[in-house]
């Protein structure tokens, strides 16, 4: 099992930075692929950015790319998300998610999600 407690998220003006935080309790967290996906009104989970576990390889959805960077700290089981030059409609809730395939960018993908934490950027 794998618990996820996201943190960092609140209200910043457009043009701001913020830096999301995911703690993991699992004792084998290098070995999960994690993700950051984040779902806006329509309701729809996103996938944002990924670090492979296997090559510590990032990618990026085309929206974030330039701006967003993923990051992990294996020695304390956290993954993060630093967003730079926000824009409103980045506005959303972020997850943070654990996978154990590699490359995962599918929601279905992910077996262990956090709880969400509200990211809303003001225009």
């Known amino acids: 099992q794998v618990q996820l407690v996201e943190s960092g998220g609140e209200l910043v003006q457009a043009g701001g930075s913020l830096r999301l935080s995911c703690a993991a309790s699992?004792?084998?967290?290098?070995?999960?692929?994690m993700g950051w996906f984040r779902q806006g009104t329509d309701k729809k989970r996103d996938y944002v950015a990924v670090i492979s576990w296997t090559s510590g390889s990032t990618y990026y959805a085309d929206s974030v790319k330039g701006r967003f960077t993923i990051s992990r700290d294996n020695a304390k089981n956290t993954v993060y998300l630093q967003m730079n030059s926000l824009k409103p409609e980045d506005t959303a809730v972020y997850y943070c998610?654990?996978?154990?395939?590699?490359?995962?960018?599918?929601?279905?993908?992910?077996?262990?999600w956090g709880q969400g934490t509200q990211v809303t950027v003001s225009s």
């Open positions: 998610a654990a996978s154990l395939r590699d490359r995962a960018t599918q929601t279905w993908e992910y077996g262990y």
């Open positions: 699992a004792q084998t967290f290098s070995r999960y692929t």
